[in-house]
């Protein structure tokens, strides 16, 4: 549940997903009578309340925005389809200015911001939301330290998402931010 407001979900979220998930990752919706979920994911679009935003990351030109994103979405544990589905939806909302800064919400702040519930605990849990804000120059940051990488085993849950804000990365505390 976020802190804040879902703005879209898919399948339908109406305070919880009732949903099975297969060794194959396979989903299904039990509401829907076990129907099976497009593309094995779950999706929402929320508006996030009160987010801190780290003031460290990494200050990306346009043209190696998929590069550089790839590379960190391999160091916090996503697989190649992950990293591929996390690449397809980004990279072509990243294109309006020729640098990003780019940073990821300590997973502290995820927690506590994006409760999850589960009613079989996952044996390994990932969880990346990533910020991307647009830069019209480029901008001395202060390189983020990278979470260890998760080593996967059993029953794995990936949460991926990211979200893009306006203004600059000095304030380090977003009023609110739409996260898919």
């Given at each position: 549940?976020?802190?804040?407001?879902?703005?879209?979900?898919?399948?339908?979220?109406?305070?919880?997903?009732?949903?099975?998930?297969?060794?194959?990752?396979?989903?299904?919706?039990?509401k829907?009578?076990?129907?099976?979920?497009?593309?094995?994911?779950?999706?929402?679009?929320?508006?996030?309340?009160?987010?801190?935003?780290?003031?460290?990351?990494?200050?990306?030109?346009?043209?190696?925005?998929?590069s550089?994103?790839?590379?960190?979405?391999?160091?916090?544990g996503?697989?190649?389809?992950?990293?591929d589905?996390?690449?397809?939806?980004?990279?072509?909302?990243?294109?309006s200015?020729?640098?990003?800064?780019?940073?990821?919400?300590?997973?502290?702040?995820?927690?506590?911001?994006?409760?999850l519930?589960?009613?079989?605990?996952?044996?390994?849990?990932?969880?990346?939301?990533?910020?991307?804000?647009?830069?019209?120059?480029?901008?001395?940051?202060?390189?983020?330290?990278?979470?260890?990488?998760?080593?996967?085993?059993?029953?794995?849950?990936?949460?991926?998402?990211?979200?893009?804000?306006?203004?600059?990365?000095?304030?380090?505390?977003?009023?609110?931010?739409?996260?898919?």
């Open positions: 549940m976020p802190d804040g407001y879902l703005t879209k979900s898919q399948p339908y979220y109406d305070l919880n997903w009732n949903v099975e998930a297969l060794p194959d990752g396979s989903l299904f919706d039990i829907n009578q076990k129907s099976k979920i497009k593309n094995n994911y779950l999706f929402y679009e929320a508006e996030i309340r009160d987010l801190s935003i780290p003031k460290e990351g990494w200050v990306v030109e346009k043209a190696n925005v998929k550089q994103i790839s590379k960190i979405l391999t160091q916090v996503l697989n190649q389809k992950e990293s589905d996390f690449l397809a939806y980004w990279v072509p909302r990243l294109d200015k020729p640098y990003y800064f780019v940073t990821l919400v300590p997973l502290d702040e995820l927690n506590r911001k994006e409760t519930l589960f009613s079989q605990k996952p044996d390994t849990l990932i969880r990346v939301r990533m910020i991307f804000e647009g830069l019209d120059k480029p901008v001395v940051v202060s390189p983020l330290l990278m979470p260890t990488k998760p080593q996967r085993k059993g029953f794995t849950v990936v949460d991926w998402g990211g979200g893009e804000i306006g203004g600059n990365c000095e304030g380090g505390v977003v009023d609110s931010i739409n996260i898919r």
